[in-house]
């Protein structure tokens, strides 16, 4: 069965720093490009980053250049979102997406979804 895990999630104060988890069980990551997306109460879900499946490209949402950092591990095979000088509109329910053989997008055009871990950035 195709799993994926997010952990890493938690509260935090502004200025801060978390590091996301997207573990994967039932297939290589490497078969796929990675997204990561959030929902914040009372708004759609927006694409923050993507890497390819090789890793050698990625994308960032406007809103997180310079400050998050996306990247895979093939031996853990697990892909991480590195999040730096938080801030409190950072706040939301993180996702990572897997979607196999496909490109790197920032759209939700993916195959499969984990269940979400919570970043609270607040003082």
């Known amino acids: 069965q195709l799993q994926l895990v997010e952990s890493g999630g938690g509260l935090v104060q502004p200025g801060g720093s978390l590091r996301l988890s997207c573990a994967a069980s039932g297939f290589t990551l490497d078969y796929a490009a990675i997204g990561w997306f959030r929902q914040a109460p009372g708004s759609e879900r927006e694409g923050v980053s993507c890497?390819?499946?090789?890793?050698?490209?990625?994308n960032y949402a406007d809103s997180v250049k310079g400050r998050f950092t996306i990247s895979r591990d093939s031996a853990k095979n697990t892909v991480y979102l590195q999040m730096n000088s938080l801030k409190s509109e950072d706040t939301a329910v993180y996702y990572c997406?897997?979607?196999?053989?496909?490109?790197?997008?920032?759209?939700?055009?993916?195959?499969?979804w984990g269940q979400g871990t919570q970043v609270t950035v607040s003082s």
């Open positions: 997406a897997a979607r196999l053989w496909g490109m790197c997008v920032m759209t939700d055009e993916y195959d499969y």
């Open positions: 890497i390819s499946r090789s890793g050698g490209s990625t």
